[in-house]
């Protein structure tokens, strides 16, 4: 079959998936992240300061195992571009391993600056503050470079999107990327970036009032125009798999009360819409999910892909029995000590799961490191997901 | 350096005066797109 009709077919396998239909087969989405690094034997800081090295890993890891979509094409990380600039940021990385340090942009205080004077208050105070007295040394050399770098690797998410698309028929997920906009709420950026996981858990309890009206403001500004565009649509774009992509983290650390004041209000309008229209969107719920499943527990069939990390996929099923799931490979079944096992267990989640329609096999956490999965393993179930045997 | 020495450092008039340094003539037209991504990982990268 060529890339473009499998392309199609995977396409219409994750659409029916999520909308419980029966498919002739469950499609693997592949929530493989920088494992695919280790997997090609090569190191993570390897692979993140040489675009050619990952892209040699992504492939290494399309060639290898058959999967119908993909969390990552190796774009993940921009490395090239912040160390070209020569300051240390927020993320990290060593040969083992990557991270993201806790950090805060703003104060409760500048909420509202940084929202209402975007593009003066990042450029005047976020900037200056992040990089100190060196923000204002750089030299045009420096930065000459740095956007040199940063069109390199625009240019690498342009040609992995081509490579994984047209030699390996991989699907885009959803029309939603950071050139055109992202759905972005704005409880999650207190936590990503404005104020961080510690100040975010503070300012909850002590500024509820003040972040309540950053909040509205915020998602009316930002989630508004996308709930605008999604009424003004014509239904489901069948070029993409799902018709958002919307990640959901924050909710870790909020309690109900929060989550209800802080979040809810817009991602439920939100979602109403995309239901309203008959259109399906993809939820990334890291962490946890389960404590808030009722919220979730009143839309329609086909409206939900809830795609699950640390949950477990049973129960979520019976909690939330509306809404699809993508999910069920677990770090233990993924390391499992005989490649049988894994397979079996990936056979009675397809067989139980499966059966009743609206499961969709990935793994249920993003591989990052070297011990997340055992390459056997991880082919076997590939090999079974497409038609081999044990 | 400091701020008041530095070419860049106001917004818009630093700003505007460095990208017209940094961006070739042909990406020009696009700048807004591309400065703000480039912006976007300088802050939060």
């Given at each position: ?36 690094v280790?997997?090609?034997?090569h190191t993570l800081d390897e692979a993140l300061t040489d675009l050619e090295v990952m892209r040699e890993c ?16 190796g774009?993940?990380?921009?490395f090239t571009?912040?160390e ?68 390199r690797?625009?240019?690498f ?234 | ?45």
């Open positions: 079959m060529d890339s473009k009709k499998l392309r199609e077919e995977r396409i219409q396998l994750f659409r029916d998936c999520a909308l419980f239909r029966p498919v002739k087969r469950i499609p693997h989405f592949a929530n493989a992240v920088t494992w695919k280790f997997d090609a034997g992504v492939i290494h890891f399309l060639d290898r195992y058959t999967v119908d979509g993909l969390m990552d094409t774009i993940r990380n921009q571009v912040t070209a600039f020569g300051l240390p940021g927020y993320y990290y990385y060593d040969s083992e391993s990557i991270g993201i340090r806790d950090h805060m942009l703003c104060t409760v205080d500048t909420l509202f600056d940084y929202m209402r004077d975007y593009d003066r208050f990042v450029w005047e105070e976020v900037l200056p503050e992040k990089y100190g007295d060196e923000w204002y040394d750089r030299d045009l050399s420096v930065w000459k470079k740095t956007f040199g770098e940063y069109l690797y625009t240019m998410i342009v040609k992995m999107a081509s490579l994984t698309s047209r030699k390996y028929g991989i699907p885009s997920l959803a029309p939603n990327n950071p050139m055109t906009g992202t759905i972005n709420f704005a409880a999650e950026e207190l936590m990503a970036n404005l104020l961080g996981i510690k100040e975010l858990s503070t300012a909850m309890r002590r500024n509820a009032s003040l972040l309540k009206d950053f909040t509205q403001e915020w998602d009316e500004k930002k989630i508004g125009p996308q709930i605008e565009k999604v009424l003004a649509s014509k239904g489901p774009d069948m070029k993409y798999c799902f018709d958002a992509s919307i990640l959901m983290l924050v909710h870790n650390i909020m309690n109900t009360k929060q989550f209800e004041t802080f979040y809810w209000p817009q991602l439920e309008k939100l979602l109403r819409a995309y239901g309203k229209k008959g259109m399906n969107a993809r939820i990334f719920a890291e962490g946890s999910i389960l404590r808030f499943a009722d919220y979730f527990s009143s839309f329609d069939r086909g409206t939900l892909t809830m795609h699950i990390e640390n949950d477990d996929v049973f129960e979520i099923r019976s909690s939330m029995p509306n809404v699809a799931i993508m999910g069920g490979l677990t770090t233990e079944v993924l390391r499992a000590d005989h490649v049988r096992d894994a397979v079996e267990y990936t056979k009675m989640l397809c067989g139980t799961l499966g059966a009743e329609g609206g499961f969709i096999l990935s793994e249920g956490r993003m591989l990052s490191y070297r011990n997340d999965a055992y390459s056997a393993n991880y082919k076997a179930i590939c090999d079974f997901m497409n038609g081999g045997g044990i | 350096m400091d701020r008041k020495d530095c070419f860049y450092a106001s917004y818009p008039e630093g700003y505007d005066r460095l990208v017209k340094k940094i961006i070739p003539f042909w990406l020009r037209p696009a700048k807004d797109m591309l400065m703000r991504l480039l912006v976007t990982i300088l802050k939060d990268g």
